[in-house]
């Protein structure tokens, strides 16, 4: 059974840090399409960062331009993604997604909570 398991959310300080973890089971992130998404409550679910082709091409919302970056570590299986200066507009419930690029497949993590927060 695929799994992408989610952790590195906490509380964290306006202007601080956070590392977020995916790592997965049965599948090779290498091989999918890898993002970031986010839900604060009360609004949509957003795309946050997508990574593609292992991880050499990259795109960022605006919003987290500049300040996230993501990334796979292929020997882990595991997508990353690290979050700077981050502010309260970041508080969330950040999940990560594996979108088959040959199949039609999504899997979804269970998500981790991020509240940025003084």
């Known amino acids: 059974q695929v799994q992408l398991v989610e952790s590195g959310g906490g509380l964290v300080q306006p202007g601080g840090s956070l590392r977020l973890s995916c790592a997965a089971s049965?599948?090779?992130?290498?091989?999918?399409?890898m993002s970031w998404y986010r839900q604060a409550p009360g609004k949509e679910r957003e795309l946050v960062a997508t990574a593609t082709n292992a991880g050499a091409q990259t795109n960022y919302a605006d919003s987290v331009k500049g300040r996230f970056t993501i990334s796979l570590d292929k020997s882990k299986n595991t997508m990353y993604l690290q979050m700077n200066s981050l502010n309260p507009e970041d508080t969330a419930v950040y999940f990560c997604n594996a979108h088959g690029l040959n199949i039609a497949v999504d899997y979804w993590g269970q998500g981790t909570q991020v509240t940025v927060s003084s």
């Open positions: 049965v599948i090779t992130l290498s091989s999918y399409r």
